[in-house]
């Protein structure tokens, strides 16, 4: 395991669900990644890579510039 400056995270919902209910849930999701401070920037793909599931990536700052890791991070 390496600190490689980025955290994947994904979600998925139950079969039959919609793009507007994973929008939902995706908009809740951004809003908790918006409140990790060693956050530089992030991406997510709502309905990839098919209509129930989400994939996202944060990217965070250089490790000179953050105390945690990304292992922390994610926890």
Not at 22 to 36: C, G, K, P, S
């Amino acid at each position: 395991a390496e600190d490689r400056g980025v955290v994947f995270i994904r979600a998925e919902a139950p079969q039959g669900a919609t793009l507007a209910y994973m929008n939902t849930y995706a908009e809740e999701m951004q809003r908790i990644v918006e409140t990790v401070p060693e956050r530089r920037w992030n991406f997510m793909a709502i309905g990839f890579p098919t209509l129930t599931n989400t994939f996202g990536v944060i990217g965070l700052e250089p490790w000179s510039a953050r105390d945690r890791s990304s292992f922390d991070v994610i926890r």
